[in-house]
Nanobody, 116 residues
């Protein structure tokens, strides 16, 4: 079992920046990829960004050039730096990890609201 604890989030004005963090309880050796998803009201959950143990990153087209995903050297914590935020970025953001044996774990979700 991997427990994920998310932090950050909150309310920010359009054009502003916000950071999210997610700390995983399990050691780095069992985690293969760490990801951020988001779900806006009445919309499906979508992948925002991912980063592998090797540091390979992937982003949704809607956030490319604005969001940056990174992983601490201990590989247990993933961050999402969100810049030039738009109202469309408003959603609940979820941390997600996939282990080397393809078990998937989710965080509890954290609200991000972009509004004047």
């Amino acid at each position: 079992q991997v427990k994920l604890v998310e932090s950050g989030g909150g309310l920010v004005q359009p054009g502003g920046s916000l950071g999210l963090s997610c700390a995983a309880s399990r050691g780095a050796s069992s985690i293969r990829v760490m990801q951020w998803f988001r779900q806006a009201p009445e919309k499906e959950r979508e992948l925002v960004a991912s980063i592998t143990t090797a540091g390979i990153t992937n982003y949704a087209d809607s956030v490319k050039g604005r969001f940056i995903i990174s992983r601490d050297s201990d590989k247990n914590t993933v961050h999402l730096q969100m810049n030039r935020l738009k109202p469309d970025d408003t959603a609940i953001y979820y941390c997600n990890v996939r282990t080397v044996i393809d078990f998937v774990f989710w965080g509890q979700g954290i609200q991000v609201t972009v509004s004047p």
